[in-house]
C-alpha cells in the first residue's frame, strides 16, 4: 500500500521560508518521479512541482519559479519542497504525489498559511 507522509508546514510571515518533507512507504520510491501540488480554500488541485526519480530533472510551475526548490533523497525514501520568499498567495494544503501527474495516490497534505 502506497503510504506518503507531508509534514513542515504552518504559519508564515510573507517573505519566510518553510521547508516540507514527505515520507514515502509501501513502494520502490527510488523508482518513481514525483510531484508536490497544492489546493487553495476553494480552489482546485495546482500543480507545483515534479521531480524525475533520480532527482536530476526537475520542473516547476510559473508561479513559484526561482522561489521553490524541489529535491529528494532515495536513500530515506524521503521528498522534500523547499519554500522561500512565500506570499499570502501560497497559502494552501500542499500534497505530495506518485508519479508525474497530479491526480496520483497522495498523502493527507500539509497546511502552509502564509499571513502577516
Known amino acids: 500500500e502506497v503510504q506518503l507522509v507531508e509534514s513542515g508546514g504552518g504559519l508564515v510571515q510573507p517573505g519566510g521560508s518553510l521547508r516540507l518533507s514527505c515520507v514515502a512507504s509501501?513502494?520502490?520510491?527510488?523508482?518513481?518521479?514525483m510531484t508536490w501540488v497544492r489546493q487553495a480554500p476553494g480552489k482546485g488541485l495546482e500543480w507545483v512541482s515534479y521531480?524525475?526519480?533520480?532527482?536530476?530533472?526537475?520542473k516547476y510551475a510559473d508561479s513559484v519559479k526561482g522561489r521553490f526548490t524541489i529535491s529528494r533523497d532515495n536513500a530515506k525514501n524521503t521528498l522534500y519542497l523547499q519554500l522561500n520568499s512565500l506570499k499570502t498567495e501560497d497559502t494552501a494544503m500542499y500534497y505530495c504525489?506518485?508519479?508525474?501527474?497530479?491526480?496520483?495516490?497522495r498523502g493527507q497534505g500539509t497546511q502552509v498559511t502564509v499571513s502577516s
Open positions: 509501501g513502494f520502490t520510491f527510488s523508482s518513481y518521479s
Open positions: 521531480i524525475n526519480s533520480g532527482g536530476g530533472t526537475t
Open positions: 504525489v506518485q508519479g508525474a501527474s497530479k491526480y496520483g495516490a
